[in-house]
């Protein structure tokens, strides 16, 4: 028997047989040479299947003490299989384990039943947690009284702290999406249908319940959320996604919704294909990303930058530094000529001129018109 090849209810059921097969030899009336010779050849066929499996088989009686427990309890636990005789399953477990396991004994006591894929946490003699998981079925004698469980446990550590990384992980990746305000969906291309779940439409201000479930036809998800202006180009990029061959290429594409409140959204989908082994697409996936507030603030921003260029091609500036005439305040121009002030200044800004007279110089050319101060 190849253990890869022993699935865990098979394995029960040979331990199970060979205890009840060794039991029967055991209190039959037959002769003495075939009862041990039978007793032998069913204790050599329980021996080939501890070899066949890494897994530590174990026996417990009516009272729920070990009776037996294969060499595999060492790698597993590190005790030797004579450490293990004579004690409880719950001597091995801490104390936030112990009240827990000790309910699901008792029941299994009185109700004898079997049961598989118990996790359970053991510690290790050099005092290390091991996550375990326990099978067993009962045994009974031939006058059908209960003897106590036999089974197997097996260490499932990595298994579970893979299963706890794993739940970690995606419950990270959850608070990452929903706080960027991404959202996950797929497309089947056999039904035509769009598959939904609760965080999608959170972000469409619905709910399940009342869009009617979370399938909804292609053309149905376009009646009810799609902004008209954008319906073509929404078509036109799913006809794209399933038409391609590259499966490894995805896809932007930038389209608006419409809320049931008649919000209007900004969404950004990026979608990948499946195919099947022909070729064909089979499913459609991707994310979609609010990206309203960034899309108002990029608007926002082209239409101030639009603004301060309209601003800056009105305006004409002077600068460095201006030859000019100490006397007649003449400027020289670039040409190596004096031009008058108000000339120069006229062409290199927008400013105009508008003459008068300061007082001073009125009192000096008009002195009737300007009396003195």
Known sequence: MKENSTTKEELIRE????????????????????RENGRAECIMEFRSL????????WEINSDGLYTYASPRVKDLLGYEPEEIIGKSPLDFMPDKERNRINIFIEEIKSLHYPFSELENINLHKDGQEVFIETNGVPIFGLQGEFLG??????????RKRSTEALSISQLRLEEAMQLANIVYWEFDTITQQYVFDNAFYSVYGTTAEREGGYRMTIEEYAKRFIHPEDLQSFFQSIEQNISRKDTEFIINFEHRIIRPGGDVRHILARTQVIQDNSGQPTRLYGANQDITERKLADQERERLILELREAI??????????????????????????????????KHSEANFSHGLCHGCGQRLYPDFYPKK
Do not use: H
Request: some cysteine; proline content about 1%; hydrophobic content about 35%.
């Open 50 to 57: 501890l070899e066949a499996t890494s897994d530590w088989i």
């Open 15 to 34: 331990i199970a047989a060979l205890k009840k097969k060794i039991n029967a030899l055991e209190q039959s009336r037959t002769g003495s040479v075939e």
């Open 313 to 346: 091609s009105q305006v004409k500036t002077l600068s460095g530094l201006l030859p000019i005439c100490s006397s007649c305040k003449k400027i020289r121009n670039d040409q190596g000529e004096w031009e008058a002030m108000e000339s120069y200044i006229q």
């Open 149 to 158: 469980y036999c089974g197997f446990d097996r260490d499932v550590t990595e």
